[in-house]
């Protein structure tokens, strides 16, 4: 099932597990938002590193990073990757950056 | 002559050797299989070794015994992999020249990557059983040890054999039950993992089999550190397990080899390609087994179904043509539960695993996602069969690509 996400009127397309249906349609409006809906009231500085650095890392790489890579090449750690993210760094991220579900490995 | 070079000679690259020689014309290749160990561990055996059900005799014979002849065995480690000038360089300097390569290097766990984890307590009451050393030291601290808190705990996804974690934990249940002790044991199973395992339906039945066992799910526990003193895990986002007895998971990794050679990624995984098995970088690498980063199980029964393709992409290389031969991600685990009864999944890059019957749809003997006696024999085969016919390459009635008839999709 879809859904869809309003920002000043101009709506985005989430899938059925929440994330951006298309990553192309992303914008600073539509993170600010949908991390509120996350439980993050204000994407600081370093929030806005992480979730630079993973889309950027998506276009390189036409995948999401692993908690390890964020946390080795975004220049934001570990810990401050759990305090910034709370629950699960790696999927509120993709959802705020606009990114696919990252892929669980078996 | 020309050269195939094989690094690793365990479950992956001795399949692979195997395959190849009985291919190839002596006269125009070699086959070069190079492993740093003279002794070739089955490492599913590595499981019932704390439990006493196998003694490390059970898991070890000599590589030489599985490899064809006519090929040539280096007794050495690797240093280095240039793969621009296509050779190899052994940690004694030797230049080997290859015209294609195969990794079959594995995964290794790395403790040292988790701060606390190889410290004091190391292997007098944390233990690992992804060794041989670490499995038999669990066996001799299983011996005295009177309960309490044990808690198993994966460092960090992925690791070889995803089942086994939560198969430790079925037969620690099953094991201190027979010896009357399972009152004072309290069970945990603390995973990075949102539940006991990763796709929907089969973390549903193995989570609710956790419940039935009266064993405690921690599901999306990261860890950050072992405190030593006072004996407790604690997670990036300040969660805190006390233990008594630590059995870990370490990080996963592959060997320092594809590091230093500048041929993996952050996890020494080689980047390849999930189809044709083709390293993505080096078209005359190919890579099987646990080494590749590929998404999908690390585990003996990938390796194999893998060698099939290889085999044909392989000499489609040779014969200058293109690799059409594509792997699916199949892997088929059999899942010990305890009380000689074991659960089978089986499953693909794009198939989750999903209750029925293997390999004979309707028939079996196996049943998918179901507790039973027939699949604790299918694992205690598996020894004998791996020995006697997968190491050798010779192939078994089984399908490499996943099937779907006879498996029920749940709405
Ligand atoms: C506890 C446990 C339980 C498991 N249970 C199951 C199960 O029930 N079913 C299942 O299917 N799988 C199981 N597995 C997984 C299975 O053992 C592996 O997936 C399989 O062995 C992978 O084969 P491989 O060839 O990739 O690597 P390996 O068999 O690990 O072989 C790698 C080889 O490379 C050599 N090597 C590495 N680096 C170098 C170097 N630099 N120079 C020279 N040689 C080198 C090593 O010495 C080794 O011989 C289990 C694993 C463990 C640890």
Redesign the interface.
């Known amino acids: 099932m879809k859904k869809e996400f309003q920002v000043k009127g101009k709506i985005y397309e989430l899938n059925e597990d929440g994330y951006l249906a298309n990553p192309e349609q992303w914008d600073e409006s539509f993170a600010v938002e949908i991390a509120k809906e996350l439980g993050i009231n204000e994407l600081t500085e370093k929030h806005m590193m992480v979730i630079n650095y993973m889309r950027e890392y998506y276009k390189q790489n036409g995948v999401v990073p692993?908690?390890?890579?964020v946390s080795?090449e975004s220049g934001v750690g570990?810990?401050d990757?759990?305090?910034l993210f709370?629950?699960?760094p790696i999927k509120k991220a993709a959802k705020i950056s606009g990114l696919p579900k990252p892929?669980?490995?078996? | 002559m020309k050269r195939i070079a094989i690094i690793g000679g365990g479950l992956g690259g001795t399949i692979m050797a195997n395959k190849l020689a009985k291919a190839l014309s002596e006269e125009q290749w070699v086959i070069t299989v190079i492993d740093k160990n003279p002794k070739h561990f089955y490492q599913p055996g590595f499981l019932f070794i704390p439990f006493g059900i196998y003694s490390t005799k059970d898991v070890v014979k000599p590589k030489k015994n599985f490899f064809p002849l006519g090929i040539e065995v280096i007794n050495s480690e690797v240093y280095k992999i240039e793969a621009d000038k296509k050779r190899i360089i052994l940690k004694e300097k030797t230049i080997i020249n290859y015209e294609y390569l195969i990794i079959a290097t594995g995964v290794n766990i790395v403790p040292e990557e988790t701060e606390g984890l190889k410290e004091e307590l190391w292997h007098k009451s944390i233990f690992d059983f992804y060794t041989i050393e670490g499995a038999y030291n669990l066996y001799n601290f299983f011996r005295y040890w009177k309960g309490g808190r044990l808690v198993l705990n994966i460092a960090?996804?992925?690791i070889k054999c995803?089942v086994a974690p939560l198969e430790f934990v079925f037969l620690a249940d099953y094991f201190f039950s027979m010896r009357g002790i399972r009152d004072k044991v309290e069970i945990s199973f603390v995973t990075p993992?949102?539940g006991a395992?990763?796709?929907p339906i089969s973390s549903k039945i193995l989570g609710d089999m956790l419940d039935k066992k009266n064993i405690n799910l921690v599901p999306?526990f990261?860890i950050?550190r072992v405190d030593n003193k006072d004996k407790y895990i604690e997670?990036?986002?300040g969660k805190k397990v006390p233990f008594d007895l630590l059995v870990s998971i370490p990080v996963n990794m592959g060997d320092s080899l594809i590091e230093r050679s500048g041929l993996g990624d952050?996890?020494n995984l080689v980047p390849t390609d999930k189809h044709t098995l083709r390293s993505k970088e080096f078209d005359n690498i190919l890579v099987i087994g646990d080494a590749s980063d590929l998404?999908?199980?690390k585990a003996g029964s990938v390796a194999h179904f893998e060698s099939d393709i290889l085999f044909e992409n392989i000499l489609s290389a040779i014969d200058g043509r293109p690799l059409n031969s594509k792997f699916d991600g199949h892997?088929n685990c059999f899942i010990e539960s305890g009380f000689d009864k074991g659960i089978l999944i089986d499953?693909n890059y794009d198939t989750e695993p999903l209750p029925g019957k293997y390999p004979l749809p309707g028939i079996g003997p196996f049943s998918l996602l179901e507790e039973t006696k027939m699949n604790h024999f299918g694992k205690v085969m598996f020894r004998w069969m791996y020995w006697n016919f997968l190491l050798k390459g010779i192939d078994l009635p089984i399908e490499s690509h996943m099937m779907m008839a006879g498996k029920k999709r749940l709405a």
């Open positions: 692993t908690l390890r890579k080795k570990m810990k990757l759990y305090s709370p629950d699960g892929q669980s490995c078996v | 960090e996804m992925p995803p993992l949102p395992f990763t796709k999306d990261n950050a997670s990036y986002d952050d996890l998404p999908t199980s892997a499953f």
